[in-house]
């Protein structure tokens, strides 16, 4: 019984080498980057929410990657005068929670404090009103007494920072400083990257949420990264979980 042998057209072979060119590309490609890979340097930033980690980012941002344009920090504003009156808010909260009083004559402020939370606009320019009612409300005595049981309520670090500002950020054409940045507070979502070169080696720094709600999106994180950097934040010691209220440490 004989054997039939056919032979590879023109167009079979050409589409064969073809293929083979590509195969070959492809393993060059994957080979290329898996030695840029290996120089790379990944760090993964995790700790609970409100540790920190958000503010270490920006520090390497500014250090390594010249800060943030007049545009960026602008689009900022936002994040400062929410941060300064719910601040505020949380004082009078926790003010409330440990049955300090008010001057009466400050009461006004704060249902101008409240009604402004209530009706989400503390995201808004902080107008004169506003300012005014936040200067007379940290310089009550009730409110100071209030501050110094912070540890008894969630308070931003940087609340007394923004009441002493207050003037400058309420400003009609206020623009961040670098120090205004790095002293919001705006809770992480999803995850953050930065890249950076140093030494001539380069490095990727994720930062991800640190609330119980974000943490499913840590996982796929840590392929590959070739160090944890956890953050916690010492001012904290003696405070619970936001999410909580009644959890000292997570």
Same mark, same amino acid.
């Given at each position: ?10 167009? $079979? ?23 840029? *890979? ?16 958000? &503010? ?12 943030? &344009? ?13 941060? &300064? ?10 003010? *409330? ?54 540890? *008894? ?6 609340? @007394?920072?923004?009441? *002493?500002?207050?003037?400058? &950020? ?72 936001? $999410?909580?209220?009644?959890? @000292?440490?997570?």
């Amino acid at each position: 019984m004989g054997v039939c042998a056919s032979t590879l057209s023109d167009e $079979e072979k050409s589409v064969i080498k073809h293929q083979e060119f590509m195969n070959r590309q492809i393993e060059e490609n994957i080979k290329k980057e898996a030695e840029i *890979e290996t120089t790379i340097i990944k760090l993964l930033l995790l700790g609970p929410g409100e540790s920190g980690k958000s &503010t270490v980012l920006k520090q390497m941002r500014i250090i390594h990657n010249n800060g943030f &344009t007049e545009a960026e920090r602008a689009a900022r504003r936002e994040a400062v005068w929410n941060n &300064t009156i719910q601040s505020m808010h949380m004082l009078i909260a926790g003010l *409330e929670r440990v049955a300090y009083q008010i001057f009466e004559k400050n009461q006004i402020h704060v249902e101008l404090i409240k009604k402004t939370v209530a009706d989400k606009l503390d995201w808004e320019p902080i107008g004169e009103e506003m300012a005014h009612a936040i200067k007379c409300l940290w310089d009550d005595k009730g409110i100071k007494a209030a501050y110094e049981r912070r540890s *008894e309520f969630q308070l931003n670090d940087s609340a @007394v920072y923004f009441f *002493e500002s207050i003037d400058r &950020t309420s400003e009609e054409h206020y623009i961040p400083t670098v120090q205004d940045i790095l002293m919001t507070r705006v809770a992480t979502s999803g995850v953050q990257e930065i890249r950076y070169t140093y030494k001539n080696i380069e490095f990727r720094l994720f930062d991800v949420g640190g609330q119980k709600s974000e943490r499913r999106k840590w996982i796929h994180c840590f392929d590959n990264v070739d160090a944890l950097l956890f953050v916690v934040a010492i001012s904290e010691y003696d405070q619970t979980m936001r $999410e909580d209220g009644t959890t @000292v440490g997570d």
